[in-house]
């Protein structure tokens, strides 16, 4: 689970409902300072109990660098609504929300839009590529990041972590599962206490306001996935491919292996495991900047 180092926005940065041809999806929107040139714009894809909270230390870094960010809720995550039914929560439907998200940001005509998908929502993010490559015309994207996000389903041990999850939400509700997953993690929670009570709360309140349906179909993505690396392999889009130092769900030799597959670009964020966005922000941050850089350079 994803613990975002702080909750309080930028100045430049706004909460809102981007709405959509496929719904309203709960927005963190930060744009640019005045004075400062615009290049481009960044969507950004939670993982699996994640949230648009996650990249909150993201925001102002990426902003002041010239980029327009949109980190948003998924169908059924945290604030942005979705029907207590599983179909709506398959991978195609979460993909074509993407291509719906990206169509709505309204950017400048010729401004490059990079997509973004961190964990579980890199899959998401593929899955929306992919199905707009085979689509045929022009990609809406400049780029694709799949952060800590690897070729196809995760590791062993942490496919049975899941699978006990899933069956947990399906006989509990959310608060007993909380403080059953709080329990199992009673040392974790120690640290992420003594560090912000706030960000605690946050997250119990985020869990409980999260469809479990929701979870239960992307955490069977998560234990399903079919390895589409050559398929995306064969889309001509910048890629880069960026973790901590330490990854759990994907370990880092699946991900450097994916990377060379893919062409990418591969990015090692020193000082951080599964979430470098909320471990290690600024040296993030620098890493997008960089990619997007040279993305926007080679179009």
Known sequence: MSRPPFLTLPENATAHLLQTARGAFAVLDALPPAGT???GTALLLPGFTG????FVALLEPLAAAGYRVVAVDGRGQHESPGPRDEAPYAQGELAADVVAQTAA????????????GHSMGGLVARAAV?????????????SLTLMSSGPAAIEPAQQARTKLLLEALSSMDMEGVWRAMRELDAEDLEGTARA?????EFLHRRWLAT???QLIVTGRQLIDEPDRVAELAAVPLPKLVLSGAVDYAWPLPW????????????????DAEHSPNA?????????????????EAAD
């Open 51 to 54: 949230s648009k909270e996650d």
């Open 255 to 270: 991900l450097d292996a994916m990377a060379e597959r893919l062409g990418a670009r591969r990015v090692v964020v020193e």
């Open 130 to 142: 992919l199905a707009a490559h085979d689509g045929g015309g022009a990609l809406p994207w400049a």
């Open 105 to 116: 940001l309204a950017t400048p005509a010729g401004e490059p839009v990079h997509l973004l």
């Open 211 to 213: 469809v479990p349906e």
């Open 196 to 200: 912000s009570g706030a960000v605690e």
């Open 37 to 39: 040139p615009r290049r």
């Open 279 to 295: 471990e290690q922000p600024a040296r993030t941050a620098r890493a997008l900047q960089d990619f997007w850089n040279s993305a």
